[in-house]
């Protein structure tokens, strides 16, 4: 089964709250990822801040994007 992000909330200190299509909210950081070239852009707040999703995952408006599995696996439950 393919679990899909179905909506995403940039927040502050670089982390994002994704929905997922199993229904829960999880808590990601996106911190570790920003020394990665791929990610350079995203360190610019207004960048960071165009995150969306895709249909399966998410992205930012520069094409930078993180896998569902990665966004689902290195996240956090949030409780409701």
């Given at each position: 089964m393919i679990i899909k992000a179905i909506d995403v909330k940039p927040l502050k200190n670089y982390?994002?709250?994704?929905?997922f299509d199993n229904g829960e909210v999880r808590r990601f950081d996106v911190k570790p990822?920003?020394?990665?070239?791929?990610?350079k852009k995203i360190k610019d707040i207004e960048m960071f801040n165009t995150v969306r999703t895709d249909g399966l995952s998410?992205?930012?408006?520069?094409?930078?994007d993180i896998c569902p599995y990665?966004?689902?696996n290195n996240s956090y439950r949030l409780e409701k």
């Open positions: 982390e994002l709250e994704v929905t990822y920003l020394e990665f070239k791929a990610f998410i992205e930012w408006a520069d094409g930078t990665e966004l689902y």
